[in-house]
């Protein structure tokens, strides 16, 4: 039982290893197709990661990415696709910093309000498609896709200062307003102006919840059930309509967090300049982290440090587009070396199981020696 | 090329077929060893053996799906080397699956040319030779018959035309009675007599003895791998060839003493389901692996009852066997049951308390044990451990959790206990579900369902692809379970299961319960005739209430 163990370990990290060896190898090529020195670039990125204050950037950066790993991973589990992720996150961002700036509450409850406003908003935009795919067996890729679009284009119109939006004076920039310092989640000091946001801290947390209400909640296994085999999960007892909506509403949820480490820690406000694309790194994290608490923590790291790290690179004469063909050859690279690597670990288990049975090292006869 | 061997073979005929030597080892397990099998020109020749003995890849290797590592193969007195069936079929070698092949939405005739449209082309030749293929071998096949429309048995007979009409002169046939109800099996011994006369060999892969006696003209029987011996059917008994099979007695599914009390305890009142709602609300639900395959069900209309009005009641210690072709009924009533389908009118009764709108895991709670027949869709997560599957379907009950919190540790041991109590052949219970074999597989199931101490048991298939030792040992695990009072509805395809293990029959047709039988006095064929729909009612020794409901598809079955 051991020796399973430790091969399913040692399967466990020959996926990402390949994905990721092979995806630097991709990158380093189409560098040197397109006449580029395919180390030198490379270099530059590590070198950027030594400096703290990139190093700073990539924490709090990681954190955000977490969040949105997190909430794609809960799909995931339950072999749903919430590509919406990204537009739960921006959705849920600018309308609970909406709420954040026009209430002013006791420290605790201003800032726990914003968060459930967050959430609740992430929980609703998701809750769309899950009800669409439970009822009438819409997509959730297909509808979360368009829920993104319409995320968008609905901001905007909300952003507009005859709605939503504040001009700030002597910019284009529009915001909602700014949230009161009682809404501000308190930063962990580094000396030098270097602050860690509070809320990641936070987003790890959620990774521990993430893995025990999975693991080891009855609900958890039932969402994994059904993740894994509808069929078999609803003749086990599990309502798999209302699983797919329970689901999305909570993958929707931690979508709306995503946003909430800048919010909180930075920006105080939603502007125009919020990121884009968060929910889909979070899809590339969900992926080479398979899933689990750990994996994407280092994911979400690595995506982190190559969006940092390659952010300087224009300085030095590249493009710091670099850094977007290597999370694409990322992706790429991990959905082809999981399944090689997940269809390899099936056989081989089924040999093993051959293997020992044919030896005669059964279960039964082990525990009669042993009795 | 085949017709030159033909002529060389006239003077002294070399065996169609001779294998020596076959040694296939797949790593790790050694499928096929040392092989050595003889088959006459001309003749039927059984190859028997229980599940997992090696038949199937020793056919893989004949139909060049795989190669030998050792051995030889000659056809026709000529050594062979298959790289793929396309050699194979070269050669004149042909298999009919036991799954069959075939598209729905087409006709026959559109079925037997894809793929072989070079031989005849796709259009008046095709039929020309399809009429002439039909009437040489007596199979009565129509070609511009959609496939949709066939019943199981003519199903089988377009694959077995397909096969002639690509020039195949040897037969491989992989369980063909698997999926006939024995009126149908006697029709295709007709059909392989035909084929014999006409000089054509047939390789008859089977498990069931007295078919084999039947319809074999030389019997080689396998075990573990290997060939153990042949047999001539003329002279071998059941018994003997059983012995050979698995080494040692055959088990029977004989129930030795009647438990039956007076104590009901799953009642059944006027339970409806009719089709076209349950399209809408359950996509996955209305297509059951084996409606497309039906013989009775034409297409499932909207609004057409999928059962009509069953009533039933099973008492404690009861085994109530349920004989019917698959897709008359059975995997609604399951689902009906589990509560995984609404029904539209009727009422079911546990133990004195309605469930009839309980979900599926408070009926699970309430004590319904569920082996379902498909074990892959609904039985297990076939890529977890095992120990998640016996948490499966009973993750609210102890020992799997406390106050929603998984126990694994409890979960694990008692999974241990599982597989050691049900001697589930494993090497621990940390591999997936997959990696088993489907007998282990089976075992783990009904290991499960029996350690919550189910009231009511849905036996659905619970020997199927299981072989012979674990099919003794899951009915072992039945009758014990009777014996403490559980009551169980059995549905199975094996008829002597069904009458051996049940205390009362009833034969389901077209969503109807239209006969009952007594197990002790009733024979398959019996049961075979009312479950075309040929009969109904009380079901005596002589005396058939042969009031047909449905004249029209009966006569397209029994034919």
Redesign the interface.
């Given at each position: 039982m051991k020796k399973f163990d430790k091969d399913r370990l040692i399967l466990g990290f020959a996926g990402p290893v390949l994905a990721l060896v092979s995806a630097f190898l991709l990158t380093m090529i189409v560098l040197a197709a397109t006449g580029i020195d395919p180390i030198e670039p490379l270099r530059l990125m590590v070198e950027n990661a030594s400096y703290e204050d990139v190093q700073i950037l990539i924490v709090n950066q990681a954190g955000t990415y977490y969040l949105a790993a997190l909430a794609v991973a809960i799909g995931f589990r339950m072999n749903l696709f919430n590509i919406g992720v990204d537009g739960q996150y921006r959705l849920a961002a600018m309308l609970s910093a909406v709420v954040g700036a026009a209430v002013t509450l006791p420290g605790p409850l201003h800032l726990l309000l914003i968060v459930l406003v967050a959430m609740f908003v992430g929980a609703f935009w998701s809750g769309i498609a899950g009800v669409l795919k439970a009822k009438r067996g819409v997509s959730e890729v297909v509808s979360t896709i368009m829920l993104n679009a319409i995320a968008t284009s609905l901001i905007a119109w909300l952003m507009l200062t005859k709605n939503l939006g504040v001009q700030i004076e002597g910019s284009n920039d529009l915001t909602t307003g700014d949230i009161a310092e009682s809404g501000w989640f308190p930063a962990v000091s580094l000396g030098d102006g270097l602050e860690l946001y509070g809320f990641t801290f936070v987003a790890f947390a959620l990774g521990i919840v993430y893995w025990f209400a999975l693991n080891r909640t009855r609900f958890g296994f039932d969402l994994r059930a059904t993740g894994a085999s509808e069929s078999a999960a609803q003749a086990s007892g599990v309502d798999a309509k209302k699983m797919i909506i329970t689901s999305m509403l909570i993958s929707g949820a931690v979508a709306g967090l995503a946003g909430m480490p800048q919010l909180l820690g930075e920006t105080h406000t939603y502007n125009l300049a919020f990121p884009v694309g968060v929910g889909f790194t979070g899809i590339t994290i969900a992926l080479l982290g398979r899933n689990s608490p750990v994996g994407m923590l280092f994911a979400a790291f690595l995506m982190a440090f190559i969006d940092k790290a390659s952010a300087s690179l224009d300085q030095n004469g590249y493009a710091k587009e670099i850094g977007t063909i290597m999370k694409g050859l990322i992706v790429i690279a991990v959905v082809v070396s999981y399944e090689l690597v997940r269809r390899y670990g099936i056989r081989r288990q089924q040999q093993k199981v051959g293997e020992e049975l044919a030896a005669g090292h059964a279960m039964k006869t082990e525990k009669e020696v042993a009795a | 090329m085949r017709q030159g061997e033909c002529v060389i073979n006239a003077s002294s005929p070399p065996p169609a077929v001779e294998l020596h030597g076959i040694t296939k080892r797949?790593?790790?397990?050694?499928a096929n060893k040392d092989i050595a099998i003889t088959v006459r020109k001309g003749t039927v020749h059984a190859l028997i053996g229980e599940n997992g003995a090696g038949k199937s890849t020793l056919m893989k290797i004949l139909y060049g799906m795989q190669k030998p590592d050792e051995g030889t193969i000659a056809i026709d007195g000529e050594q062979v080397s298959f790289n793929t069936p396309g050699d194979a079929i070269a050669r004149g070698i042909g298999m009919v699956h036991q799954h069959f092949m075939l598209a729905d939405n087409l006709t026959v005739l559109e079925n037997v040319v894809l793929g072989g449209e070079k031989l005849y082309g796709i259009g008046a030749k095709a039929r020309k030779k399809i009429k002439e293929i039909s009437d040489a071998y007596g199979l009565g096949v129509r070609p511009d018959a959609l496939v949709e429309d066939l019943g199981v048995a003519d199903r089988q007979r377009v694959e077995i035309l397909k096969v002639l009409y690509r020039g195949a002169k040897i037969l491989i046939l992989d369980e063909p009675t698997a999926v006939l109800v024995p009126q149908e099996v006697d029709a295709l011994f007709d059909n392989l007599r035909e084929l014999k006369a006409e000089g054509l060999t047939v390789i008859f892969i089977s498990h069931k003895l007295g078919e084999v006696l039947k319809v074999a003209d030389d019997i080689t029987v396998i075990r573990r791998g290997t060939t153990v011996g042949t047999a001539d059917p003329k002279t071998a008994t059941p018994k003997q060839l059983a012995e050979l099979m698995v080494g040692a007695e055959l088990p029977s599914p004989e129930t030795r003493e009647s438990t039956v009390t007076t104590t009901p305890m799953l009642k059944v009142t006027s339970l409806t389901v009719a089709a076209g709602e349950a399209v809408v609300a359950e996509?996955?639900v209305l297509v059951p692996a084996g409606a497309p395959d039906s013989s009775t069900l034409e297409k499932v209309e909207a609004g057409r009852l999928l059962l009509d009005d069953i009533s039933l009641t099973i008492h404690k210690g009861e085994i109530l066997g349920i004989a019917g072709v698959e897709g008359n009924g059975q995997t609604e009533l399951i689902e009906a049951l589990?509560g995984?389908m609404t029904p539209d009118a009727g009422a079911i009764t546990l133990d004195g308390a309605d469930i009839t709108r309980m979900?599926?895991?408070?009926?699970?709670?309430g004590g319904i044990g569920?082996i379902?027949e498909d074990r892959h869709?609904?039985?297990?997560?076939?890529?977890?451990p095992l120990w998640?599957n016996r948490?499966?379907?009973?993750?609210?009950e102890a020992p799997n959790?406390k106050r929603?919190?998984?126990d694994?540790k409890a979960a694990r041991k008692d999974t241990?206990r599982i597989?050691?109590e049900y001697?589930v052949?494993?090497?621990?219970?940390?591999?997936?579900a997959?990696?088993?074999s489907g007998g282990n597989q089976q075992k783990l199931i009904v290991g499960r369902e029996m350690s919550h101490n189910p009231k009511f048991l849905i036996a659905a298939h619970p020997t199927r692809g299981v072989d012979v030792g674990a099919q003794a040992q899951i009915w072992d695990a039945i009758r014990e379970a009777r014996r403490d009072g559980l009551a169980v509805l059995l549905i199975s395809a094996d008829l002597d299961e069904l009458i051996g293990l049940s205390d009362t029959l009833r034969v389901i047709y077209r969503g109807r319960l239209v006969a009952d039988a007594d197990p002790a006095t009733v024979t398959p064929e019996e049961l075979g005739t009312a479950m075309t729909g040929a009969a109904s009612g009380h079901l005596e020794a002589t005396d058939n209430h042969s009031a047909a409901a449905d004249g029209d598809t009966t006569e397209d079955e029994a034919r």
């Open positions: - | 797949f790593p790790g397990v050694v996509p996955e589990m995984m979900s599926v895991r408070k009926r699970r709670e569920y379902p869709r609904h039985g297990l997560l076939l890529e977890s998640e948490i499966l379907g009973h993750v609210t959790s929603g919190i998984l694994l241990e597989v050691r001697d052949r494993t090497p621990g219970i940390e591999v997936t997959a990696s088993l």
